[in-house]
């Protein structure tokens, strides 16, 4: 690393095999940009200490991802509204001595959907499997880009509760347990938002949840997304998706958030498509 060179992190637990330290380099090539980025295993404990230190060393900017957005949140000094909206923040920024949190989770899936896979999410109605900061970082950005009633199950309902409580929207956002699912008809797109399937185990869904010509999208991508898309091809779903492209939108907009600058999308997407059977491993 150079003198002037930035330096970046990702912080979560495990991180070892993410992609985001390639994902910058690579965004850091195209924009003749000099930083570093490096991968920091954290867990809850540890975690305010690791970025404490981080700052010490001269760190300006970083990633966070699970089981570490919302007490990254807890940490901020300032919080972007979309963060503070959720309070749970995947990109810190140094600004004036503290951490300045925001979240590009969701503007991240959006754009991948919108503008890549070129989809129309107005009045879809919509389902959300999981009520943990995954979910909570993309469901304001789906409810802003005008997807109909949406529906968040949960294994245990308080988390869905709360999620729906934050976002304050009771006649247009419902929380249910996930063993109830069955009862709550079709739907046109369903997101998994769990970290469940990085153990290969798929929560228990109906076929009945998808609606004719629906949309399933898995946050995860490789390895880990396989049982969700696996199950949505086996409902006939048209579109079944996985996170890569959010991976990487989401991190276009974190790199654009430190640096001032937005890198292209699609060249990085299509490398890392190329070498999609060896993913492993989710952000």
Known sequence: MTPTAHRLALFGHPVAHSLSPTIHAAFAAQTAVALSYEAIDADIDGFASALAAFAGAGGTGANVTLPLKHAAAALCATLDPRARRMGVVNTLVLRDGGW???????????????????????????????????????????????????????????????????????????????????????????????????????????????????????????EAAIPFLAWARAGNALHAIDGLGMLVEQAAESFTLWLGERPQTDPVYAQLRAHAPTLATAD
């Open 100 to 222: 300045h949190g925001d979240n590009t989770d969701g503007t991240g899936l959006v754009r991948d959907l919108t503008e890549r896979h070129a989809l129309d999410l107005r009045g879809r109605r919509t389902l959300v499997i999981g009520a943990g900061g995954a979910a909570a970082g993309v469901v304001p950005a789906l409810l802003d880009a005008g997807v109909g009633e949406l529906y968040i199950v949960n294994r245990s309902s308080e988390r869905a509760d709360a999620l729906v409580d934050a976002i304050g929207e009771p006649g247009r956002v419902h929380s249910r347990y996930l063993a109830d699912a069955h009862a709550l008809g079709e739907f046109s797109l369903v997101v998994h938002a769990t970290s469940a399937t990085r153990g290969g185990m798929l929560p228990p869904l109906p076929m009945s949840l998808l609606a004719s010509r629906a949309t399933a999208v898995d946050l995860n991508y490789g």
